[in-house]
């Protein structure tokens, strides 16, 4: 049969002779054949001598079809600044872009440009900030930033139309709204406005949590939107906080409890403390100094609770004595304003310290003449819940909970001295008076959340 050119994609193309049937040997006679020795007669002469036969081209004809690989190198287009990937702590990397910044302008030669050597200053971390708050914008919100640039309005179909935003006059996206004319910052009233999945968004709900001491989703988002407006935030700011490990150690389901009914102080209007609950929270392990060889010794938590604004004062306290617990009551006093009705339970220093003020009504001395003027004046009056009735003192039961609850995450096993003590406590204090009191709104026209203060 005739044969024809064969051709492989891994060899090159090469011709194919045929051998008529009476010139090639058949098996059983191959052995004794010549022609399996030899070859036939033509094969020994000049290739121009060589008999030509019929040669049919295969080309012509339908080849299989396979597919083939295609190897195409492309370009990937960063939307943003790779260095948004690479820190996981958003004040990190606000200091890391500062100090970028000023290593360009220190090579570039711009006058009143700071050495590096020299302390970052808050204007340079500011300009830091928005200078990312502008490339997540540009990358997420180019076509919103393009409309408004051209002076047109967005499409109703647009997601982002609610929000009424505009351009500031730093260039950056912030959303509208109708508190221009509100008598507060301008951040708190017009926040920048940020995608729900950039990187960026991320860092922020992070350090956010962070600052407010592992708080709840509430206390993290009325904290991010005093300057900042992520678009769907209250599901990410949850997310981040269920996969917070931290966080993840603590929680846990508690049995609930039918509640009765609440007490006058608790409903009647009043100043901050006007009536106050009271309770200790502790021990504490605290250390005498910084450093090696540093003896310990425990420490309280006097946490003091408004019944009718639930705002919270706490105070740190040495020892478990009446006249230790005096001390911080006279600290409270002359911050916070005389109480009319001190509430607590039947604690032994409070017994005893109720006993100690009696007797300094009664009593004569030089010494203490000027203390039992001073709470003869307040009239202040001090009731004790009944004995073994930890449920009448619910009010600052929570409020120690409270407390707990950011010096489990903050401290863990840590031991501090005095002052370090009392500068958490502050802190603490500062973000349970800053939570919102009621449920937050995702409208952007409404004020900001109603806290303790």
């Given at each position: 049969c005739?044969?024809?050119?064969?051709?492989?994609?891994?060899?090159?193309?090469?011709?194919?002779?045929?051998?008529?049937?009476r010139?090639?040997?058949?098996?059983d006679?191959?052995?004794?054949?010549?022609?399996?020795w030899?070859?036939?007669?033509?094969?020994?002469?000049?290739?121009?001598?060589?008999?030509?036969?019929?040669?049919?081209s295969?080309?012509?004809?339908?080849?299989?079809?396979?597919?083939?690989?295609?190897?195409?190198?492309?370009?990937?287009?960063t939307?943003?600044?790779?260095?948004?990937?690479?820190?996981?702590?958003?004040?990190?990397l606000?200091?890391v872009?500062?100090?970028?910044r000023?290593?360009?302008?220190?090579?570039?030669?711009?006058?009143?440009?700071s050495?590096?050597?020299?302390?970052?200053?808050?204007k340079?971390l500011?300009?830091?900030?928005?200078?990312?708050?502008?490339?997540?914008?540009?990358?997420?919100?180019?076509?919103?930033?393009?409309?408004?640039?051209?002076?047109?309005?967005?499409?109703?179909?647009?997601?982002?139309?609610?929000?009424?935003?505009?351009?500031?006059?730093?260039?950056?996206?912030?959303?509208?709204?109708?508190?221009?004319?509100?008598?507060?910052?301008?951040?708190?009233?017009?926040?920048?406005?940020?995608?729900?999945?950039?990187?960026?968004?991320?860092?922020l709900?992070?350090d956010?949590?962070?600052?407010?001491?592992?708080?709840?989703?509430?206390?993290?988002?009325t904290?991010?939107?005093?300057?900042?407006?992520?678009?769907?935030g209250?599901?990410?700011?949850?997310?981040?906080?269920l996969?917070?490990?931290?966080?993840?150690?603590?929680?846990?389901?508690?049995?609930?409890?039918?509640?009765?009914?609440?007490?006058?102080?608790?409903?009647?209007?009043?100043?901050?403390f006007?009536?106050?609950?009271?309770?200790?929270?502790?021990?504490l392990?605290?250390?005498?100094?910084?450093?090696?060889?540093?003896?310990?010794?425990k420490?309280?938590?006097?946490?003091f609770?408004?019944?009718?604004?639930?705002a919270?004062?706490?105070?740190?306290?040495t020892?478990?004595?009446?006249?230790?617990?005096?001390?911080?009551?006279?600290?409270?006093?002359?911050?916070?304003?005389?109480?009319?009705?001190?509430?607590?339970?039947?604690?032994?220093?409070?017994?005893?310290?109720?006993?100690?003020?009696?007797?300094q009504?009664?009593?004569?001395?030089?010494?203490?003449?000027?203390?039992?003027?001073?709470?003869?004046?307040?009239?202040?009056?001090?009731?004790?819940?009944?004995?073994?009735?930890?449920?009448?003192?619910?009010?600052w039961?929570?409020a120690?909970?409270?407390?707990?609850?950011?010096?489990?995450?903050?401290l863990?096993?840590?031991?501090?001295?005095?002052?370090?003590?009392?500068?958490?406590?502050?802190?603490?204090?500062?973000?349970?008076?800053?939570?919102?009191?009621?449920?937050?709104?995702?409208?952007?026209?409404?004020?900001?959340?109603l806290?303790?203060?």
């Open positions: 005739p044969i024809g050119t064969v051709s492989d994609r891994e060899i090159s193309l090469c011709p194919i002779r045929n051998v008529r049937n010139d090639n040997p058949t098996p006679k191959l052995a004794q054949h010549e022609l399996w030899r070859g036939p007669s033509w094969l020994s002469k000049p290739q121009s001598s060589w008999p030509s036969f019929g040669f049919e295969v080309l012509d004809a339908d080849l299989e079809e396979r597919p083939g690989n295609v190897m195409v190198a492309a370009a990937r287009q939307h943003y600044w790779e260095l948004l990937d690479r820190y996981s702590s958003f004040a990190k606000i200091r872009t500062t100090l970028c000023r290593f360009i302008l220190c090579l570039r030669k711009i006058p009143q440009s050495p590096l050597k020299h302390p970052l200053t808050p340079e500011e300009q830091s900030r928005k200078l990312w708050i502008r490339i997540v914008q540009k990358a997420w919100f180019s076509y919103e930033m393009g409309v408004i640039s051209r002076k047109e309005q967005l499409p109703k179909s647009n997601s982002l139309v609610h929000f009424t935003l505009f351009l500031y006059q730093d260039g950056l996206l912030r959303v509208g709204g109708r508190l221009h004319n509100a008598q507060i910052d301008s951040e708190s009233k017009h926040p920048f406005i940020l995608p729900r999945r950039s990187p960026r968004s991320k860092l709900i992070d956010a949590h962070k600052r407010m001491l592992h708080r709840d989703t509430q206390v993290t988002l904290f991010i939107r005093r300057s900042y407006w992520i678009v769907g209250r599901a990410p700011v949850r997310s981040h906080i996969k917070c490990g931290r966080c993840d150690r603590y929680r846990g389901i508690r049995a609930q409890q039918l509640m009765g009914q609440l007490p006058t102080a608790r409903v009647a209007q009043a100043r901050p006007y009536n106050t609950g009271l309770d200790y929270a502790g021990p392990t605290l250390k005498t100094w910084r450093g090696r060889a540093a003896r310990t010794y420490g309280y938590l006097a946490i609770v408004c019944l009718a604004t639930s919270i004062h706490i105070e740190v306290v020892d478990y004595t009446t006249d230790a617990f005096i001390a911080v009551y006279k600290r409270f006093t002359g911050r916070r304003g005389i109480c009319v009705t001190l509430q607590s339970d039947c604690g032994t220093n409070f017994v005893g310290a109720d006993a100690e003020l009696r007797r009504f009664k009593s004569s001395s030089e010494e203490l003449h000027h203390l039992a003027s001073l709470l003869a004046n307040d009239n202040t009056i001090w009731r004790f819940n009944p004995p073994s009735a930890p449920h009448f003192g619910g009010k039961e929570a120690v909970k409270s407390t707990k609850f950011h010096l489990q995450r903050v863990k096993d840590t031991v501090l001295t005095y002052e370090e003590m009392t500068t958490i406590t502050v802190q603490i204090g500062a973000v349970l008076n800053s939570r919102p009191l009621c449920p937050l709104s995702d409208d952007a026209s409404d004020y900001s959340a806290t303790e203060v």
